[in-house]
């Protein structure tokens, strides 16, 4: 029988799946950040590399006999020129493995929106480091917003939540900004607290060591401190930051919607999965308007890239395939 | 007679001067960007030495006879350890000049506030690219606020309005946030007006190119549209941007105020020198509590570096010397 590879191509996780079209997983395999974009074209070969490997070899599949393959990576849903570089570095890791079929690209947003459900119409959104929304018509995407990146966009994205987060508390220990209970958390986050340091100089010296620690990391690592804003709900500061931050997201769904597409709401990422303040602000404002889908919750697209997978390999994804693709690769983890 | 050579090494242009004790400048060279930080070491000593060769030159001192070196640098308000590589640097730089002579390291905010006024307490605020404030009391910075970097404050700065205007666009075209004239002024800014382009995908044509674009240069460059927020204050959107902006600028100047220092407040930075809107706020937040010094603008920093050169070289900066660099130094360039 016939399988084909889908990969969820992701900027800290790549995963690769062999499924037969019957929607049974065979193989897993996992490995680190596999975009070019964000990782570098050499480490995306080596995770795309050792993901399919692994999923190949799980299997024990001739790799020569997958009949396509189906890779889900961020901006794939919008630009990818014939001659983007990207294309060669996914061929050759491909072909480093054995695998000379055919492969194609798809959004990671419609991955993550087919890892909910198996209709053809609705949304996805999705608030992880970044934040977008999909409108989804007919399998395909219709309407991309948001997602412009950690500079320009994905406003109330954990790297925009966390931002507005070390920025009170530079505010606030500058004297600039209010007190809030947010400075005390992160400074022992960063095991910066160590006690009274008297004041050096025109600044405190604790400003100094943590504006030291958060330039050295990569601007996106600020994500990390998004859960300090919703950790103190009676605190203006904070309150303000989630407050900002549920607005931003609300607009990303507004703009997504059309009156004529309905359908289930699909949303992953941490801020949406783990922060109900926000999910719940997103579903109000999606219900507006008498939408009636079920809201779904995912945690990642592998199991949608499959369901692309499948579809590109002819077989039509209902209910029941749906599932048999969620179970065995459950059953595979 | 005795000379003492003074440098305004900035992010963008390195000034020096060779000044003798009365206060008369003798010789000025001008170079690029001289602060190791920013432009690199090996671009900084160039420019070091580029800026001190002319300036000696234009002298026709002997450099041997330099009496002390005094050189005005972002960041040496607070902390410049003796381990610091910036002193390394700039040593090398001096000495292939042919400048032996012992120099000293002082804050580019102090030079500012010395560049408007022979006053030895009171404030300076500079809002360009980045922003932030200092009290000086006694001829030296006693509390400095902001200035924290274009990720982490520079609240009200060049780049966080230009940040936030452009961030504004995008979320127009992107349809999460309202119609505002910035958006067609940008586009035409960057020669993306480019007439109709057909919609191209789930996504906005323009906004590929502009995102494009915006993301090519170094973030810091996002402070060149600045000027937009303040082309249209019938606009809601760009009179937000003002407004939060004014509010920033407003507590950074109010954080640095103690009630026991009056005396003059200078202003700098091309949002102060340009915008009437973001002085008047700055001045009035200041004179509340009853400060009545005089407001002064300065363009840059070089005869305020001149005046703390002539300080460390021993001599008493009344407001004949004061006006004596200051004419002398307009004379030369």
Same mark, same amino acid.
């Given at each position: ?170 505010? =606030?220990? *500058?004297?600039? @900004? !209010? ?6 958390? +992160? %400074?022992?986050?960063?095991?910066? /607290? #160590? ?62 919607? =059309?009156? *004529?597409?309905? @359908? !289930? ?6 801020? +949406? %999965?783990?922060?109900?303040?926000? /999910? #719940? ?53």
């Amino acid at each position: 029988m016939s399988v084909v590879l889908a990969v969820d191509a992701g900027g800290t996780s790549t995963r690769a799946l062999v499924v037969d079209l019957s929607g049974r997983s065979l193989g897993y395999g996992r490995a680190g950040g596999g975009n070019p974009l964000s990782s570098g074209p050499a480490t995306a070969a080596e995770s795309l590399g050792t993901a399919v490997r692994g999923a190949i070899g799980q299997a024990g599949t001739d790799p020569s006999t997958i009949a396509s393959t189906t890779i889900a990576m961020a901006g794939a849903s919008t630009h990818l020129a014939a001659d983007d570089p990207r294309n060669r570095v996914i061929a050759d890791a491909l072909i480093g493995c054995g695998v000379d079929a055919a492969f194609g690209l798809r959004s990671d947003l419609l991955a993550m929106f087919c890892a909910g459900t198996p209709a053809l119409d609705g949304y996805a959104m999705v608030a992880g480091t970044g934040a977008a929304a999909v409108r989804v018509r007919a399998g395909e995407v219709e309407h991309v917003v948001d997602g412009m990146g950690w500079l320009l966009g994905d406003a109330g994205s954990g790297f925009w939540i966390g931002h507005a987060v070390t920025r009170a508390v530079v505010a =606030d220990i *500058d004297g600039r @900004g !209010p007190a809030t209970p947010m400075t005390p958390a +992160l %400074l022992e986050m960063l095991d910066l /607290s #160590s006690g009274a340091t008297p004041p050096s100089g025109p600044r405190p010296e604790a400003l100094h060591r943590l504006v030291e620690v958060l330039y050295e990391m990569r601007p996106v690592r600020l994500a990390q401190f998004a859960p300090l804003a919703f950790a103190y709900p009676a605190d203006p500061v904070a309150r303000g930051v989630v407050d900002a931050a549920t607005t931003a997201l609300t607009a990303t769904i507004n703009a997504a919607i =059309d009156p *004529d597409v309905d @359908g !289930p709401l699909v949303l992953g990422g941490s801020v +949406l %999965l783990r922060q109900e303040v926000a /999910s #719940s602000a997103v579903e109000r404002a999606w219900r507006t308007g008498g939408r009636t889908g079920p809201v779904r919750l995912v945690e990642e697209g592998t199991a949608g890239a499959a369901v692309l997978a499948l579809r590109d390999g002819g077989t039509t994804v209902d209910d029941e395939v749906f599932d048999r693709v969620a179970s065995s690769l459950a059953a595979l983890r």
